[in-house]
C-alpha cells in the first residue's frame, strides 16, 4: 500500500514509523493542499490525515476530488462533516473519520456507554486533557464520549478541559451519586496506538467507496 502522509508532525511520524513496520510503502509527505498538489496522487493508494481544524477540510475534499480514499483523524472542523459526505458521494469516494483511532479506547467509550445505561440518577461529568499545542478544545474525542453517552443518558453532560505540557491524552468520565463515586480513565502512553489504528482503517478502506468512521472498521474486523 502506497501512502500520502499528509500532516509530518509527531502523529504523521509514528504513522511512518507504523506504516514501514507493517511494510507499507510511503508514497510522499505533504503538509498542506497545495503540497498535494504538486505531487501525482495517482500513483498513491490512500491518504492518511492528521493535520489542524483550518487545513483538514481543505485536504480531504482535494483528496476526495482526485479520488484518492482518506484516512482522517483530525478533529475541530466537524461541523463541516456534512459537506464531506456529500462531497464524498458526488464523486463516489472513500473516506474514513475517527476521533480517535485507539483500539482501547474504543473498548474505553463501550463501558461508558453500558456504565451511563445502568447508573442514570448519576451526574455525570468528563475530564480531558492534552498538550498546549492541541488546538481544538474540547477534545473531539471528549465530543464523541459525550455525544455516545447521551444515547442512554439525557442529562446535561460537562466536559473539563485541561491543556498541560507533554501530555498526549487522558480522558476521565466520573459517574457521582449521592453515595458514592466511579470514575474511569483511558490514557494515552505514546501515539503509536493512534498510528496502529489509523494504518489498519487504511487498509480496511482501500477497496470500499462511501463513508465511514472507525467503528465499522472495528465490527467488520471481528
Not at 487545513?55 to 464531506?84: D, M, Q, R, Y
Not at 451526574?123 to 459525550?146: C, V
Not at 459517574?175 to 498510528?195: C, P, Q
Amino acid at each position: 500500500m502506497k501512502i500520502i502522509i499528509i500532516g509530518y508532525g509527531k502523529m504523521g511520524k509514528a504513522i511512518e514509523k507504523i506504516a514501514l513496520s507493517k511494510k507499507h510503502e510511503i508514497h510522499s509527505i505533504v503538509n498542506s493542499q497545495s503540497d498535494l498538489k504538486k505531487i501525482d496522487l495517482k500513483t498513491a493508494d490512500i491518504g492518511i490525515e492528521f493535520t489542524n481544524p483550518k487545513s483538514a477540510f481543505e485536504n480531504i475534499s482535494f483528496c476526495l476530488e482526485s479520488n484518492l480514499p482518506i484516512v482522517s483523524g483530525s478533529t475541530g472542523w466537524l461541523s463541516e462533516l456534512k459537506t464531506i459526505k456529500k462531497i464524498c458521494k458526488k464523486y463516489n469516494g472513500s473516506f474514513l473519520h475517527s476521533s480517535n483511532f485507539s483500539l482501547s479506547m474504543n473498548n474505553f467509550l463501550n463501558i461508558s456507554k453500558r456504565l451511563a445505561k445502568n447508573l442514570k440518577n448519576c451526574d455525570i461529568s468528563i475530564l480531558e486533557k492534552h498538550h498546549i499545542q492541541k488546538l481544538d478544545n474540547p477534545s473531539g474525542t471528549a465530543i464523541l464520549l459525550k455525544n455516545e453517552i447521551q444515547k442512554y443518558y439525557k442529562k446535561d453532560i460537562k466536559i473539563i478541559s485541561k491543556r498541560e505540557k507533554d501530555v498526549k491524552g487522558v480522558h476521565t468520565v466520573f459517574y457521582k451519586s449521592l453515595y458514592d463515586e466511579i470514575e474511569i480513565t483511558h490514557s494515552v502512553k505514546n501515539r503509536d496506538t493512534f498510528a496502529n489504528g489509523a494504518i489498519m482503517s487504511a487498509e480496511w478502506l482501500l477497496d470500499k467507496k462511501g463513508f465511514y468512521n472507525f467503528n465499522d472498521c472495528l465490527k467488520n474486523e471481528k
